[in-house]
Nanobody
Framework: QVQLVESGGGLVQAGGSLRLSCAASGSIFSINAMGWYRQAPGNQRELVADITSGGTTKYADSVKGRFTISRDNAKNTMYLQMSSLKPEDTAVYYC??????????????WGQGTQVTVSS
């Protein structure tokens, strides 16, 4: 019905930058809120940032001023620009979206995750 595919993860040194992308595909009528979550080993999955269809954003305190979330509604794609990366940002990053499919079916979808590793 809907697939979310993340890309852009990798290995970067502390202080570096990465840009994650999340592309949604399928029988999509519209997408409401989208968000980035992350999960480090031994930790619970946590919200990093989210964005409404109108562009209102929210960030975790730990990433404010360093990460920027954005989306391109025409492309059903969301981005996360990460700067001034720290070793504690190391985690698997997941994309999440509230999707309305053709036929008004609502689904909450997750991507498969992309690994971000920040070396000190």
């Amino acid at each position: 019905q809907v697939q979310l595919v993340e890309s852009g993860g990798g290995l970067v040194q502390a202080g570096g930058s990465l840009r994650l992308s999340c592309a949604a595909s399928g029988s999509i009528f519209s997408i409401n809120a989208m968000g980035w979550y992350r999960q480090a080993p031994g930790n619970q999955r946590e919200l990093v940032a989210d964005i409404t269809s109108g562009g209102t954003t929210k960030y975790a305190d730990s990433v404010k001023g360093r990460f920027t979330i954005s989306r391109d509604n025409a492309k059903n794609t969301m981005y996360l620009q990460m700067s001034s990366l720290k070793p504690e940002d190391t985690a698997v990053y997941y994309c999440n979206a509230d999707v309305i499919l053709w036929g008004t079916v609502k689904v909450n979808a997750w991507g498969q995750g992309t690994q971000v590793t920040v070396s000190s």
